[in-house]
């Protein structure tokens, strides 16, 4: 099993930055695509961004050009990095992590079997 635990929400002002971590655990050698998404009050999932092992990043539009996804393999950390954060942003922040045959894409993650708990990010205008 793989256990994935968010940290570094909180509440900023638009225009503002904050970073997400996410840490794997448990069997991490089966981690192969990971990724972030987010769920806002009353709305679908929005996968946000994936990344490959091997460092290749996908990005959705929403999002682009303000948000950096990275990931240090040898700590078997996740992060997003969020820049000039708008009241749209506002939402729970989830990594996931699939293992094996998997698309990294950001489409997929929300398919992603592993999930953690989520971390909550609101920005006020």
């Known amino acids: 099993q793989v256990q994935l635990v968010e940290s570094g929400g909180g509440s900023v002002q638009a225009g503002g930055s904050l970073r997400l971590s996410c840490a794997a655990s448990?069997?991490?050698?089966?981690?192969?695509?990971m990724g972030w998404f987010r769920q806002a009050p009353a709305k679908e999932r929005e996968g946000l961004a994936g990344?490959?092992?091997?460092?290749?990043?996908t990005y959705a539009d929403s999002v682009k050009g303000r948000f950096t996804i990275s990931r240090d393999n040898a700590k078997n950390t996740l992060y997003l990095q969020m820049n000039n954060l708008e009241p749209e942003d506002t939402a729970m922040y989830y990594c996931?992590?699939?293992?094996?045959?998997?698309?990294?894409?950001?489409?997929?993650?929300?398919?992603?079997?592993?999930r953690g708990q989520g971390t909550q990010v609101t920005v006020s205008s």
């Open positions: 996931a992590a699939a293992a094996g045959s998997c698309s990294s894409g950001y489409r997929w993650v929300t398919d992603f079997p592993y």
């Open positions: 448990g069997s991490t050698y089966r981690i192969y695509c």
């Open positions: 990344i490959s092992p091997g460092g290749v990043t």
